[in-house]
């Protein structure tokens, strides 16, 4: 990649949640940058307004409809959870003493309401598990259930369901989706650092790597496919780097945005969520085969991946880093509203702020630029009127519309 080095400095420090750059932590070169909020400036596109929506978080990364409530739940990296009523920003959960925040990597990853929370009142939580901050030292993934009470998270309800050790801090995943039954699917990155270096990407035998698949019976959980061996597990999807976020549309179609390594970004997307796919990390990186050595993405020859008869499912859609792009942040697919954002997938990328649309018309498809902001997204989400929320690194929660 040729930029200037005071951009490519900027650049690996803002690595956000993906380690796009990020070297073996005893490697660290580059620090990370100020939470600065700059503001949600959309160049000269006259068509779409992008306005503020809420602030005074540390990091929103998810945003839930609550299932009984007439109000969305906010989560937020370092640990706590708010809710949004129209009127009133509430705080409704605080597992800060439970979480490690020691990299920016870390900290509360995801939840979901479980689908009986009318009657349970309980709620899943995804998270970096507390312990020293020592750059030797890589706390586990943890899966944990905990019960509402009077509106809010009772943390001494919090119980352990799995746990999933981590190698190196970064690329953790632990985005948490439910696809009904009682079934969810649960991110898990490739256990991080650089390149690979364990062999994750392609070992279908840990959960490094995955989308796995759980089903949750109240007080634990259990997995409900079987392998080619006959075999239970809870992987479902490997070949993955970072799932950082993913969505299924009504129609079943998973759609995954996975961080790339040093030059592409990419879009999948799988028909049905249920099937077992494999994305091809770290043989592939987007569309191409994944050059270990060409850091700076210097090489302008680099291999489309054509091997005959492989099991490898490409991506729908690629980038590259050019144009300040360095990490993606996906994804939400939209089917809640009346605009031209209905029925197309939305995503965009933690460095450049530029922010995409894919959608299909007929029988082909397309990616349109929707807006050219000055943020550092980390995801999107739902508002409590249908807004199409970006959600940033900054602490501020910003909302899309086309006029």
Known sequence: MRLKSSLLILLFAMSLLSGCFSEPEEEKRFSWPENVDLGCLNGDNDSVVCQEYLTGFQTPVKVLQHPVLDEIWIIDLVGTIYSWDNSNLSLVGNISQNISNCHNEQGLLGMEFTENFSSSNTVLLSYIESGPCRTDYAASLVLAEGIIVNGTLDTSTLKVLYEVEQPYRN????????????????????????????????????????????????????????????????????????????????????????????????????????????????????????????????????????????????????????????????????????????????????????????????????????????????????????????????????????V
């Open 171 to 402: 690329h953790n995943g632990g985005s948490l989706l439910s696809v009904g039954d009682n079934l969810y699917l649960w991110g898990i990155g490739d256990g991080g650092s650089s390149r690979d270096p364990l062999g994750n990407g392609q070992n279908k035998s840990n959960m490094y790597g995955t989308i796995s698949l759980f089903q949750h019976n109240g007080g634990s959980i259990e997995p409900v496919r079987y392998d080619e061996n006959n075999n239970l597990t809870y992987v479902l999807h490997y070949g993955l780097r970072n799932p950082w976020k993913f969505d299924v549309d009504p129609s079943g179609g998973l759609w995954i945005a996975d961080v790339g390594q040093y030059c592409f970004e990419e879009v999948n997307l799988i028909p049905s969520w249920n099937h077992s796919s494999n994305f091809g990390w770290s043989i592939t990186e987007g569309l191409h085969e994944f050059d270990d050595d060409d850091e700076e993405c210097e090489d302008e020859e680099h291999d489309l991946y054509q091997e005959s008869n492989s099991n490898i499912t490409l991506p729908v859609h690629e980038y590259d880093h050019s144009n300040g792009n360095c990490s993606i942040s996906g994804g939400e697919y939209i089917d809640w509203r009346e605009d031209d954002f209905n029925n197309t997938y939305i995503f965009g990328d933690f460095c450049s702020g530029h922010v995409w649309m894919y959608g299909h018309n007929g029988g082909s498809s397309y990616v349109e630029t929707v807006a050219d902001t000055s943020l550092l997204l980390v995801g999107f989400g739902q508002g409590l009127n249908d807004e199409l929320l970006l959600l940033t690194w900054s602490g501020s929660i910003y909302s899309l519309a086309f």
